[in-house]
Nanobody, 123 residues
Framework: VQLQASGGGLAQPGGSLRLSCTAS????????MGWFRQVPGKQREWVGH???????NLSDFMKGRFTMSRDNAKNILYLHMNNLTPEDTAVYYC??????????????????WGQGTQVTVSS
């Protein structure tokens, strides 16, 4: 499975951006797909994710400004970012967790990461 993130760039404070993450490769059973972000010198921060059942979970800091949606047919996850502030400047990473069923109730998860896309919010 490969992840390709896109949509980053420069936005003004109060502006909007939409990030996309496309999953390709072999078929997989989705556990969750989402986004993290990282500022140089700081730990990677969870932004939010969509579960396999479609439930959306967002970090408290993102609620009201960021939303997520998914195109199931194309395996694309979107992060809609509104009312951006300079504090949102970071590299945004797409993250995918898939489930491999080994039968008899057994299995394991595998994590995949995209290459990251830079978001810069500045006037």
């Amino acid at each position: 499975v490969q992840l390709q993130a896109s949509g980053g760039g420069l936005a003004q404070p109060g502006g909007s951006l939409r990030l996309s993450c496309t999953a390709s490769g072999s078929a997989f059973e989705l556990r969750r797909m989402g986004w993290f972000r990282q500022v140089p010198g700081k730990q990677r921060e969870w932004v939010g994710h969509i579960t396999g059942s479609g439930a959306i979970n967002l970090s408290d800091f993102m609620k009201g400004r960021f939303t997520m949606s998914r195109d199931n047919a194309k395996n694309i996850l979107y992060l809609h970012m509104n009312n951006l502030t300079p504090e949102d400047t970071a590299v945004y990473y797409c993250h995918l967790v898939v489930w491999t069923d080994e039968g008899a109730g057994m299995g394991y998860t595998t994590d995949y990461w995209g290459q990251g896309t830079q978001v810069t919010v500045s006037s």
